[in-house]
């Protein structure tokens, strides 16, 4: 069962200025008029206020979203990983001398080749099952 909730919206019969007045109150916050004296932590209120704003030098730092801004990436050589494949394992060297040490031992800088996958097997059943749903395929067509 739902919660007994108004239908319609409930328009406020107060002007502009009683919902900023309203709004101001919620807040924590008053009126503030030129003609009235301020008080020493009002000013002192206003001038964090303004050297914050003056910090930050007005300025917004906007940036697109499809094009962020990117961090240019320098090139090191070390370390660097290098792959045995015989053994399937792989290395990682920190240095030109461990480099030379490894790619003498038969260590290499490729990557393992991509092996493709092996065929599936069908037994006698289910490739016949296969060819029906095939079949099946191409007539709905």
């Known amino acids: 069962m739902p919660i007994n909730e108004s239908s319609g919206i409930r328009r406020s019969n107060l002007t502009r200025e009683q919902r900023r007045e309203a709004e101001a109150a919620v807040y924590g916050l008053r009126a503030i008029n030129m003609d009235t004296e301020l008080t020493p932590q009002e000013i002192e209120r206003m001038r964090a206020i303004v050297a914050g704003h003056d910090r930050t030098q007005g300025k917004v730092n906007q940036f697109d979203l499809n094009a962020p801004p990117q961090v240019e990436v320098r090139y090191t050589p070390f370390p660097r990983m ?60």
């Open 82 to 141: 290098l792959y045995n494949h015989s053994a399937r394992t792989f290395a990682i060297v920190q240095n030109e001398a461990q480099l030379e040490e490894h790619l003498a031992a038969g260590w290499s800088k490729e990557p393992y080749p991509q092996d493709p996958p092996e065929p599936v097997q069908l037994d006698a059943a289910s490739a016949a099952e296969a060819e029906a749903v095939q079949a099946a395929l191409k007539k709905k067509k």
